[in-house]
């Protein structure tokens, strides 16, 4: 007998093959399962398992809401701000997500962002569009260096090390700053976030948004940040105060941002729209075909393995 399990989002073909052969599973190829019909399907199905990623908020009463029988939530994310862990086990119910298949690719899009933003990508792939391309005077819109150049990283956590890594591949100087010093890390610590700023030529940010971490990055840390920085954000919008950080590009202190997260995404506050100097992406950074289908697995073999009586293999409370 096939566990039974609820898709709340659409996945990928090669997910969504594996889930049908390896569950008896409800899910939509075509559409997104809103948080009612979510709830529905899981009661009409007496789901033993939810299948959701970070686009789906398991609050508590989302998760007062499941009927009994759901004994595992596995999100496709390695994030999980998304999901009200306390309601979680109070209820009993087993939260997995999906760390370490999308490291790579999710380092490779910041690093991407952090390229895109120093050398104005998005300003000239528009002007090309535009099929305004004039004679340029050789001083003209440009970019900054990017080798040579210090990398501050805030969370030196897997993604935060892969980082380091792709940076030092692009000869930069790497330091970076979390609550801890990371044993045998090629790079230097800073202790605190205001004593690692200003010598950021270009910063990124790779922590959870937990309470602590929301609007870290505010008008005060920015103004800390020397002239011309360059920030790169594809952990959580909320780690960064928007308003602050477009101010900070209006005035010119900060030299161009690279996003792929947002505060309230998918909403997006059309203030951005005026921010040029920009490169904004909506939140991709784990899109590939590979990691995407990865996280996918690994949220059924989460699944799985709780479902078969084995421990979860991503618990996030144990
Ligand atoms: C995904 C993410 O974009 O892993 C995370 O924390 O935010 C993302 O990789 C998202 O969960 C869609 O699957």
Redesign the pocket.
């Known amino acids: 007998m096939k566990h039974r399990l609820v898709c709340a989002?659409r996945v990928p073909p090669k997910v969504a093959a594996r889930m049908r052969a390896e569950f008896d599973a409800v899910l939509q190829d075509d559409r997104d399962l809103t948080h009612a019909e979510a709830l529905a399907a899981l009661a009409d199905h007496k789901a033993e398992a939810l299948f959701f990623?970070?686009?789906f908020k398991l609050d508590a009463a989302t998760i007062a809401a499941l009927p009994a029988s759901v004994r595992v939530a596995a999100?496709?994310?390695?994030?999980?701000d998304h999901v009200d862990l306390a309601a979680a086990q109070a209820r009993g119910l087993m939260v997995t997500?999906?760390p370490e298949v999308?490291t790579g690719c999710?380092a490779d899009m910041a690093f991407c962002l952090l390229l895109a933003a120093a050398r104005r990508l998005g300003v000239f792939e528009r002007m090309i569009r535009a099929d305004a391309w004039t004679p340029r005077a050789m001083g003209e819109g440009l970019g900054v260096r990017v080798w040579g150049k210090t990398l501050g990283i805030v969370g030196m956590g897997r993604i935060g090390k892969a980082m380091a890594r792709r940076a030092r591949g692009f000869d930069m100087n790497v330091i970076y700053h979390d609550l801890m010093e990371m044993p045998g890390e090629d790079a230097e610590y800073a202790p605190s976030l205001a004593a690692m700023l200003p010598r950021c030529d270009f910063l990124t940010l790779h922590v959870p948004l937990t309470p602590q971490t929301h609007h870290m990055i505010d008008a005060a840390a920015l103004a800390l940040l020397p002239q011309g920085a360059v920030v790169v954000n594809a952990a959580?919008g909320g780690v960064v105060d928007e308003a602050a950080l477009r101010a900070a590009l209006a005035s010119g202190h900060i030299f161009a941002a690279g996003l792929d997260?947002f505060e309230g995404e998918p909403r997006f506050d059309a203030a951005w729209i005026d921010r040029p100097e920009s490169v904004l992406t909506p939140?991709?950074?784990?899109?590939t075909f590979e990691?995407?289908d990865a996280?996918g697995f690994r949220a059924l073999d989460n699944i799985a393995a709780v479902l078969a009586g084995r421990p979860a293999i991503d618990p996030l409370w144990s």
Request: aromatic share 4%; no cysteine.
């Open positions: 989002r990623h970070s686009g999100t496709a994310s390695v994030g999980f997500n999906t999308l999710t959580r997260v939140h991709v950074a784990s899109g990691t995407r996280m």
